[in-house]
């Protein structure tokens, strides 16, 4: 079914191009934005597998007050969506700070929420109408001179935006009145879905910063939103305060539960985990799940499960033989227990991937089931295929006498990167495939994936999906030489299907389309799909209201309230 938009006509949320990638706090945080260097696990619940998947307490009365300390492994990023690239940062911009035009409901279909309306002129254009009682902390009201000067600065490539794929077939704005704006674009089905993930920045405080000078602007570590939430303080590396905003309309929630919530840079996981147990924070972003397990039973803590966009997997460099073979590629990930690795590894949480397109998605087809772990059949590939061990070492040989001998590239100091690529490697052994480990420091393994020469076999990473479908910088043929085709796939029927498919807002006949490619990519494997991870958290029990989703982990922010009897320590901040 089509998704309602606003009171607008339908239109499916579906993309185009996969936008420059949002990525989440790890060692590599300025590299590429949706790709995510394997290993930055997040820490899962205190019981067995599904005990808690949101919130505790279901049926108290919220209150207002109180802080909530968050903790996170790395700073936040600027604090302007026209700079921003850090994915932690972009969600407390959109779900804490400002407001996007519209946003996704929990059935991902759009909503108005700074505009109170919109209209679709067809499929060429829409008019967007403002609530005119939304204020800037600093008391000017927001208006649709803000809309054009973010959607100006957005399309100018001067500002190097980041999600500038979102707006590229749109053209032309007009301002109709000081709270009514027009704006006309090519016919494509993903028309709208920008305006969820970009909000509306201040014309009067930036207007006077040229767009390159834009990431060195003085507001971007002193914002000023429009948000339920307001900037109070930031100490770099160390902490960003936001205070309740009592005067945030009460048709979108109106005052926040929470008096503040405070991100904190703590770096190492252990010493995070050691604030959580006593007290001094809430809510830990990023830690061990050994850790996680060993905690005191007592504790007052409690874990969320909380669906995630993310995958991991295997990119095979189809520039390099065998890996051109897409049968060669199937027979290695026939040969890898995934499911083994997801149990030893993650405890279980997770599922088997089987292409692109994630479980949430409505072009999902579940009806396609993970290749499974089949090391006989991975053998007669290799067999037809004419792989032999000829001198009996173990190793299997070509028909040229050249050995099955390849090297998998990881980030160095992972060590979920490194158990993993140890588990790949002891199960392609046991085929006659020898793989060896090679680490590399984050940005330079990031400059030999990305560079057109493609310097390297494999590697394995983690990529979060889009809420659109976004394959055309991964897998067209068009691409090539773009940095994100770094396993240099070339599918005729897949390019036709990448470029058709986006154009069609109506999922019943795209559906069958979104089909026939993962059929494709299952039988291809230009990547081993892996696995799709949840997000796994630790929160103190005190938190109340932390519905979590896919949309992200602080889509509910706003709802958060703690049981006021329990405080936050001094070593957190003070209520």
Same mark, same amino acid.
């Given at each position: 079914?089509?998704?309602?938009?606003?009171?607008?006509?339908?239109?499916?949320?579906?993309?185009?191009?996969?936008?420059?990638?949002?990525?989440?706090?790890?060692?590599?945080?300025?590299?590429?934005?949706?790709?995510?260097?394997?290993?930055?696990?997040?820490?899962?619940?205190?019981?067995?597998?599904?005990?808690?998947?949101?919130?505790?307490?279901?049926?108290?009365?919220?209150?207002?007050?109180?802080?909530?300390?968050?903790?996170?492994?790395?700073?936040?990023?600027?604090?302007?969506?026209?700079?921003?690239?850090?994915?932690?940062?972009?969600?407390?911009?959109?779900?804490?700070?400002?407001?996007?035009?519209? /946003?996704?409901?929990? *059935?991902? +279909?759009?909503?108005?929420?700074?505009?109170? !309306?919109?209209?679709?002129?067809? %499929?060429?254009? $829409?008019?967007?109408?403002?609530?005119?009682?939304?204020?800037?902390?600093?008391?000017?009201?927001?208006?649709?001179?803000?809309?054009?000067?973010?959607?100006?600065?957005?399309?100018?490539?001067?500002?190097?935006?980041?999600?500038?794929?979102?707006?590229?077939?749109?053209?032309?704005?007009?301002?109709?009145?000081?709270?009514?704006?027009?704006?006309?674009?090519?016919?494509?089905?993903?028309?709208?879905?920008?305006?969820?993930?970009?909000?509306?920045?201040?014309?009067?405080?930036?207007?006077?910063?040229?767009?390159?000078?834009?990431?060195?602007?003085?507001?971007?570590?002193?914002?000023?939103?429009?948000?339920?939430?307001?900037?109070?303080?930031?100490?770099?590396?160390? /902490?960003?305060?936001? *205070?309740? +905003?009592?005067?945030?309309?009460?048709?979108? !929630?109106?005052?926040?539960?929470? %008096?503040?919530? $405070?991100?904190?840079?703590?770096?190492?996981?252990?010493?995070?985990?050691?604030?959580?147990?006593?007290?001094?924070?809430?809510?830990?972003?990023?830690?061990?799940?050994?850790?996680?397990?060993?905690?005191?039973?007592?504790?007052?803590?409690?874990?969320?499960?909380?669906?995630?966009?993310?995958?991991?997997?295997?990119?095979?460099?189809?520039?390099?033989?065998?890996?051109?073979?897409?049968?060669?590629?199937?027979?290695?990930?026939?040969?890898?227990?995934?499911?083994?690795?997801?149990?030893?590894?993650?405890?279980?949480?997770?599922?088997?991937?089987?292409?692109?397109?994630?479980?949430?998605?409505?072009?999902?087809?579940?009806?396609?089931?993970?290749?499974?772990?089949?090391?006989?059949?991975?053998?007669?590939?290799?067999?037809?295929?004419?792989?032999?061990?000829?001198?009996?070492?173990?190793?299997?040989?070509?028909?040229?006498?050249?050995?099955?001998?390849?090297?998998?590239?990881?980030?160095?100091?992972?060590?979920?990167?490194?158990?993993?690529?140890?588990?790949?490697?002891?199960?392609?052994?046991?085929?006659?495939?020898?793989?060896?480990?090679?680490?590399?420091?984050?940005?330079?393994?990031?400059?030999?994936?990305?560079?057109?020469?493609?310097?390297?076999?494999?590697?394995?990473?983690?990529?979060?999906?889009?809420?659109?479908?976004?394959?055309?910088?991964?897998?067209?043929?068009?691409?090539?030489?773009?940095?994100?085709?770094?396993?240099?796939?070339?599918?005729?029927?897949?390019?036709?299907?990448?470029?058709?498919?986006?154009?069609?807002?109506?999922?019943?006949?795209?559906?069958?389309?979104?089909?026939?490619?993962?059929?494709?990519?299952?039988?291809?494997?230009?990547?081993?799909?892996?696995?799709?991870?949840?997000?796994?958290?630790?929160?103190?029990?005190?938190?109340?209201?932390?519905?979590?989703?896919?949309?992200?982990?602080?889509?509910?922010?706003?709802?958060?309230?703690?049981?006021?009897?329990?405080?936050?320590?001094?070593?957190?901040?003070?209520?």
């Amino acid at each position: 079914m089509p998704s309602s938009t606003g009171d607008g006509g339908p239109l499916a949320p579906v993309r185009t191009r996969a936008r420059p990638a949002r990525f989440f706090a790890t060692d590599a945080r300025r590299l590429a934005c949706t790709l995510l260097l394997v290993g930055a696990l997040v820490a899962f619940g205190c019981g067995e597998r599904g005990e808690e998947r949101g919130d505790a307490g279901a049926g108290e009365q919220p209150g207002y007050g109180g802080t909530v300390v968050v903790l996170g492994p790395n700073d936040l990023d600027y604090a302007n969506s026209l700079v921003n690239a850090e994915g932690y940062t972009a969600e407390l911009l959109r779900f804490a700070l400002f407001l996007p035009l519209i /946003r996704y409901d929990a *059935e991902l +279909n759009f909503e108005p929420y700074l505009a109170e !309306g919109y209209e679709l002129l067809g %499929d060429t254009g $829409v008019v967007f109408r403002l609530r005119q009682n939304v204020y800037w902390h600093d008391s000017v009201k927001t208006s649709a001179h803000d809309v054009l000067f973010t959607y100006e600065r957005a399309k100018d490539p001067a500002t190097a935006f980041p999600n500038a794929d979102y707006f590229a077939k749109w053209g032309a704005a007009e301002i109709i009145d000081s709270f009514t704006i027009r704006f006309r674009f090519e016919p494509h089905a993903d028309a709208l879905a920008g305006w969820a993930f970009t909000p509306i920045m201040p014309r009067h405080l930036l207007k006077a910063f040229a767009s390159k000078d834009l990431r060195n602007a003085p507001f971007n570590k002193n914002p000023v939103g429009n948000g339920p939430f307001k900037f109070v303080s930031y100490q770099a590396n160390d /902490r960003w305060v936001f *205070e309740a +905003n009592p005067s945030f309309p009460q048709e979108l !929630g109106g005052r926040p539960y929470l %008096d503040r919530l $405070v991100w904190r840079v703590v770096p190492e996981n252990p010493a995070q985990l050691t604030e959580v147990l006593s007290g001094n924070a809430d809510l830990m972003i990023s830690t061990r799940a050994d850790q996680v397990k060993q905690h005191d039973p007592a504790a007052d803590l409690r874990g969320i499960i909380k669906p995630s966009r993310k995958y991991d997997f295997i990119a095979w460099n189809g520039k390099r033989p065998p890996f051109d073979n897409p049968r060669v590629r199937k027979a290695l990930t026939l040969a890898i227990d995934r499911k083994e690795i997801l149990d030893a590894l993650r405890g279980g949480f997770g599922e088997l991937a089987a292409g692109p397109i994630a479980p949430f998605h409505w072009a999902f087809d579940a009806s396609l089931r993970p290749l499974p772990y089949d090391t006989a059949a991975a053998r007669a590939i290799l067999t037809e295929l004419g792989f032999r061990d000829r001198n009996g070492d173990g190793i299997l040989e070509d028909e040229r006498g050249k050995r099955f001998v390849f090297s998998i590239t990881i980030p160095a100091g992972v060590d979920f990167s490194r158990d993993v690529a140890e588990m790949v490697r002891a199960d392609l052994e046991a085929v006659g495939v020898r793989m060896t480990t090679r680490q590399l420091e984050a940005n330079t393994l990031i400059g030999d994936i990305f560079s057109p020469e493609r310097r390297f076999d494999a590697t394995i990473l983690r990529w979060e999906a889009d809420f659109r479908i976004g394959l055309y910088d991964l897998f067209h043929s068009a691409a090539l030489n773009d940095p994100y085709q770094f396993a240099s796939y070339s599918n005729p029927e897949v390019d036709r299907i990448i470029d058709q498919a986006p154009l069609i807002s109506d999922r019943e006949r795209a559906f069958p389309m979104w089909k026939r490619l993962q059929e494709i990519m299952r039988d291809e494997q230009p990547w081993t799909f892996m696995f799709y991870l949840p997000e796994l958290y630790l929160m103190r029990e005190r938190v109340r209201g932390a519905d979590m989703d896919i949309r992200g982990t602080f889509v509910n922010v706003q709802r958060w309230w703690v049981q006021s009897a329990q405080p936050v320590t001094a070593g957190g901040a003070a209520d």
